[in-house]
């Protein structure tokens, strides 16, 4: 997996209504926690996709085509049943950029996807 950075300098506005990404180090620990993220999700691993995820019912997650699943229970489930289907992806990130609002930071990223026949494609 590949993760390329914001190019704005950590200090920088990251974005209307958003504050400055801070130190360098927050910055690189959103994008650690993001890697995890599509760890977890490429290595189709229900154990360590539950370590990024908090559990509680505040918790939402939309698949590309499905309805939006609220609470952890039906994002855990979600999970599961993709991790149990056949196909396998792989992500390469790019674009990957950090922003943050008060306590509350994001990373908007095109994901690069390639499947295991090789066909790819792009979704941000």
């Given at each position: 997996?590949?993760?390329?950075?914001?190019?704005?300098?950590?200090?920088?506005?990251?974005?209307?209504?958003?504050?400055?990404?801070?130190?360098?180090?927050?910055?690189?620990?959103?994008?650690?926690?993001?890697?995890?993220?599509y760890d977890a999700f490429e290595q189709r691993d229900i154990d360590l996709m539950s370590d990024v995820w908090e559990h509680s019912d505040r918790v939402c997650?939309?698949?590309?085509?499905?309805?939006?699943?609220?609470?952890?229970?039906?994002?855990?489930?979600?999970?599961?049943?993709?991790?149990?289907?056949?196909?396998?992806?792989?992500?390469?990130?790019?674009?990957?950029?950090?922003?943050?609002?008060?306590?509350?930071?994001?990373?908007?990223?095109?994901?690069?996807?390639?499947?295991?026949?090789?066909?790819?494609?792009?979704?941000?």
């Amino acid at each position: 997996m590949t993760i390329t950075a914001s190019d704005e300098p950590p200090d920088a506005p990251t974005g209307d209504g958003d504050e400055p990404a801070g130190r360098t180090g927050d910055a690189a620990e959103v994008l650690a926690v993001n890697g995890a993220f599509y760890d977890a999700f490429e290595q189709r691993d229900i154990d360590l996709m539950s370590d990024v995820w908090e559990h509680s019912d505040r918790v939402c997650c939309t698949h590309p085509g499905w309805p939006t699943l609220h609470g952890w229970g039906a994002v855990a489930g979600s999970w599961v049943a993709l991790f149990q289907g056949p196909q396998a992806l792989q992500f390469v990130l790019t674009q990957a950029q950090v922003h943050r609002h008060g306590d509350t930071a994001w990373v908007s990223v095109d994901e690069n996807l390639i499947d295991a026949s090789g066909a790819s494609g792009t979704v941000a």
